[in-house]
């Protein structure tokens, strides 16, 4: 039976039969957007917290490493309770829309690219902090100079933001729906069609899955280990 | 203890007052610390200095290992905050916040650059951060050049050899126009070849009007660059004389024994 399951999804990957393809383009476009989103608000984010002193501040980093591993299904829920037409953001109409699914990835990738994010660029302040002060940088121009000295560094916390959003299952179950051809992503999908016995697909899907985490992750890593050949370490 | 500034241009010995050495400024001094005091976790790194320094010629600070000397080039930048006392640069206490005096440049013993090219190191200045792309990447070639990098303007900064590192340390302190310029070991660790580099930049850098203080171990290094000698012991300032004098008859048993190689180690006091 395996066998035979691992035969057909190859066929189908071969031929990208059935509903494959369009699942794999509907996952890339929710996830890529919701780590985009996610990067541009939670690497300067992180980046304050490591760098300005202000009221609050342990607070918020104590918030971020908390928020770091917070339950798919309970941002879905989160979510879903903002979204619903008796939530505050009910009247937009999201739920059950792909826009709802970024939504929840990105509250779900945001706190783990800030989190990582200030790390990172907490350690380089230590060492290049004195520097920094003594040029007399202003606090934004700190934080730009940090993000781009880590650059490296910091792109293996957004990958790691990307890998969390691709293989989450539970918040996009619940604010997507798994809605066929409008909300049904590669993992819900898999869950599907695991559940109903077709394994083909499930399988097709997964492989699918874990070669695009895979790919990204080789490709990112390449770019880090010549680029740090070319500047550095 | 308490030492106070040579007049510009002339160095010449300072009297000495029943609690140390004193010498009244002659005008408003560049630099001016009145009882600095700094003691993290009960000991004392800096006792109470008081020093003056009109800003002539270029003046060494030296002391065996834990002295003091990178604390106090820290706290005069700006950088530490003294537990009590004060810090006036041109006659003006450094404002709130975390920066540094402005007007002041300091070149640290182990100078941090960024992960990038060198002219990216010098990009990051704000001074020229606020002209437009071409007159930036200009200017900041123009000091390449002056320190005897530009042809390697585009090599990776943490790729540099040690000589070249501290070169470019300084190409980045001088483009921001200090009129005091901080140095702290500015040759440690580096070859004969690599230092004479090195004193030759100061040398420029300092006849192009900026003032310099810097530390050093090397007492060849000191007697090449320094008009003016100071010496700390356990965060006090012991002696402070012309360079020719403080060599030829030092003033303090500990600045003798320190010429001699035979200061014996000790760290800064308990509080």
Known sequence: MLSDSFGQATGLLHTFEGDVLEIVALSLRVSLTAVAIATLIGLPLGALAAVARFPGRGALVVLLNSFMGLPAVVVGLAVYLMLSRSGPLGPLGLLFTPSAMIVAQTCLTLPLIAALTRQIVEDAWRQHGETLRSLRLPLGSRVYVLLWDCRFSVVAAVLAGLGRAMSEVGAVMIVGGNIDRVTRMMTTAIALETSKGDLALALALGIVLMGLVLGLNVVASGMRTVAMRRYGS | ?271
């Open chain 2, 1 to 271: 203890m308490r030492i106070s500034g040579l007049q510009e241009g002339a160095p010449q010995a300072p009297p000495a007052t029943g609690s140390g050495l004193a010498l009244s400024p002659a005008g408003d001094p560049l630099l001016s610390l009145r009882a600095v005091t700094f003691r993290p976790a009960d000991r004392t790194i800096l006792d109470a200095i008081d020093f003056e320094w009109g800003g002539a010629g270029i003046c060494a600070l030296i002391g065996p290992n834990g002295a003091g000397k990178t604390v106090l080039l820290r706290t005069i930048h700006g950088l530490i905050e003294p537990d009590a006392g004060e810090v006036r640069f041109e006659g003006r206490k450094r404002p709130g916040g975390d920066l540094a005096f402005d007007g002041q440049a300091l070149v640290f013993q182990h100078p941090s650059l960024f992960r990038g090219s060198a002219l990216d190191n010098l990009l990051v200045v704000p001074g020229i951060a606020a002209l437009g792309r071409r007159p930036r990447r200009e200017r900041a070639l123009g000091m390449l050049e002056r320190v005897g990098l530009r042809a390697l303007a585009d090599a990776p900064a943490l790729k540099l050899s040690g000589g070249e590192r501290q070169r470019l340390a300084l190409a980045r302190a001088w483009l921001t126009e200090p009129r005091l310029l901080l140095l702290d070991e500015p040759t440690a660790s580096l070859d004969p070849s690599a230092t004479e580099q090195v004193e030759q930049l100061v040398r420029d850098i300092h006849a192009s009007g900026c003032r310099v203080l810097m530390t050093s171990h090397n007492l060849g290094q000191v007697a090449r660059l320094a008009d003016e000698v100071v010496f700390i012991h356990c965060g006090s300032l012991l002696d402070r004389q012309a360079t020719a004098a403080f060599f030829g008859s030092p003033r303090t048993a500990e600045a003798r024994q320190f010429l001699q190689g035979a200061l014996p180690w000790q760290l800064s006091t308990p509080a």
